[in-house]
């Protein structure tokens, strides 16, 4: 008899976990609470989907167990998860800093190619139906449902999505906390606890940071090169460069989505401060000649002329509101300290971070299911011998640029593979 695996979650972890499990000769079945399959794939990389990335080293990943992913992905690395789609019939393109996309720039193609193989394994998908509770049995769980929640009149739950199921092996892939809309919540770690797993409390991750009383009101949607640096408690607690964009509640972009995480984390403790150096790329006494040098060259010019050329006006205008000088005065009618503020405002213009944006603008969850009670090569969970944990739900989370879905890929192939194994876990 074929092993009855039951994946609950169809996103990116319960797509690949259901394949490796059907192709490994299980009869599975896929439950959905929403009336999709993969919403998050097709929101993913703003519809582009950046599906993984050339540099997977476990250095882009966050986890409460050191080791768990240098283990976990020890059998994946963007190779393994590029001949498993390119096997589907993916074609992709890799960006120059490493992430990589499909060749269509659609996020689509990814779901498409996924569900043809679903389809062509005969894999049992039951949309809106929501896996309720699940319960260890002698020979396997039992796993109750109920209908999911309904987007619209006509969506009708299938009809055999209320029931008490019998399985013997069970995968969950229910995702995080973030962007409720497209399926996720807190609710899901309750299945994980009710099985008797830990979950560390979910933060969101990846997510924009408003800023305390800052002067780009007129600066939402000017994009720019820019490092940033995240204090606390006196110290750098994370750091990164590259793109930042201004809004009207404080930054965003994916450099400021990368330090998120530990902001967040270091608001709970107190106050945390931010820096930004508009010109990463000069050593700060490369910065300095520059700009004396350009200080001495425009002397008879007005203030407002100063960045003429290397930022746009309203970016100039905000350095100036923000030092306090009439900026129709000409530089040499202004002393050297105006320009010693200038470049120090430049190189580490300082603010307040008071928050972040809601979980429906976080694109990943920090915390979950703690990973000290998963095995890293089978993502089976170590409480209950037969039940498999992967992807967000798990305390382990990345940095942008295609880590996300990189791991929900790779801890779906594992589990459904090891699932799919008849005989290992038999119970006495
Ligand atoms: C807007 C956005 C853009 C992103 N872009 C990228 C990107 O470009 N690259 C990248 O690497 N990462 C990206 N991410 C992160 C990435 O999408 C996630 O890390 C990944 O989808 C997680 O996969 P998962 O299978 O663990 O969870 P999910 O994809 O969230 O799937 C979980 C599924 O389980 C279902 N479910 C939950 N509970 C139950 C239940 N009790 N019964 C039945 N079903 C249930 C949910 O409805 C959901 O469909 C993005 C995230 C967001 C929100």
Redesign the pocket.
Same mark, same amino acid.
């Given at each position: 008899m074929k092993t009855r695996v039951a994946v609950?979650?169809?996103?990116?972890?319960?797509l690949t976990a259901a394949i490796t499990a059907a192709r490994e000769g299980a009869e599975v079945t896929l439950?959905?609470? =929403?009336h999709l399959l993969g919403?998050?794939?097709l #929101?993913?990389?703003a519809g582009r989907?950046?599906l993984t990335n050339s540099k997977i080293l476990p250095e882009h990943y966050h986890c409460g167990q050191k080791n768990f992913v240098k283990e976990a992905l020890a059998r994946f690395k963007a190779r393994e998860i590029l001949a498993f789609f390119s096997n589907l019939g993916l074609l992709t393109v890799e960006e120059p800093d490493g992430r990589i996309f499909p060749r269509c720039d659609k996020a689509a193609a990814v779901l498409d190619v996924l569900k043809a193989e679903l389809e062509r394994l005969s894999v049992k998908v039951l949309l809106l139906?929501?896996?309720a509770a699940i319960r260890p049995i002698k020979e396997g769980f039992l796993v109750q449902t109920q209908p999911?929640p309904a987007p619209w009149q006509k969506t009708q739950a299938d009809p055999q999505s209320a029931g008490e199921f019998r399985f013997d092996r069970v995968i969950l892939?229910? =995702?995080?906390t973030?962007?409720p809309a497209?399926? #996720?919540g807190e609710?899901?770690y309750d299945?994980a606890k009710s099985l008797g797993h830990s979950v560390t409390p979910p933060s969101p991750a990846l997510v924009p940071l408003c800023v305390k009383d800052h002067a780009w009101k007129h600066l939402q949607g000017l994009r720019l090169q820019a490092a940033i640096q995240v204090f606390s408690q006196g110290r750098v607690i994370s750091r990164s460069q590259g793109e930042v964009l201004f809004t009207d509640y404080g930054l965003s972009g994916p450099v400021v989505l990368d330090v998120s995480r530990e902001a967040v984390l270091a608001l709970r403790q107190g106050a945390v401060q931010g820096s930004l150096n508009l010109f990463p790329e000069f050593s700060p006494p490369g910065l300095k000649s520059m700009l004396l040098a350009r200080w001495a060259a425009k002397a008879q010019r007005p203030l407002k002329d100063f960045f003429l050329g290397i930022f746009p006006s309203q970016l100039a205008g905000a350095i100036n509101d923000t030092l306090g000088i009439d900026s129709s005065r000409t530089l040499d009618s202004l002393g050297n300290d105006v320009l010693t503020r200038l470049i120090s405002l430049v190189s580490d213009w300082r603010f307040e971070i008071s928050g972040a944006r809601p979980w429906s603008e976080a694109?990943?969850t920090a915390g979950g299911v703690d990973t000290l009670e998963v095995d890293p090569k089978t993502f089976e969970s170590r409480k209950v011998p037969g039940l498999f944990l992967?992807?967000?739900?798990l305390d382990v989370d990345g940095d942008s640029g295609?880590?996300?879905?990189?791991f929900?890929w790779a801890s779906g192939l594992s589990a459904g593979a090891a699932a799919a194994k008849y005989g290992k876990y038999e119970k006495a």
């Open positions: 609950i979650g169809g996103g990116a972890s319960g439950l959905e609470r =929403g919403r998050k794939i #929101a993913s990389g989907c950046n139906t929501d896996a999911g892939a229910c =995702g995080g973030s962007y497209l399926g #996720a609710k899901a299945l694109m990943a992967t992807g967000e739900m295609g880590f996300n879905l990189h929900a």
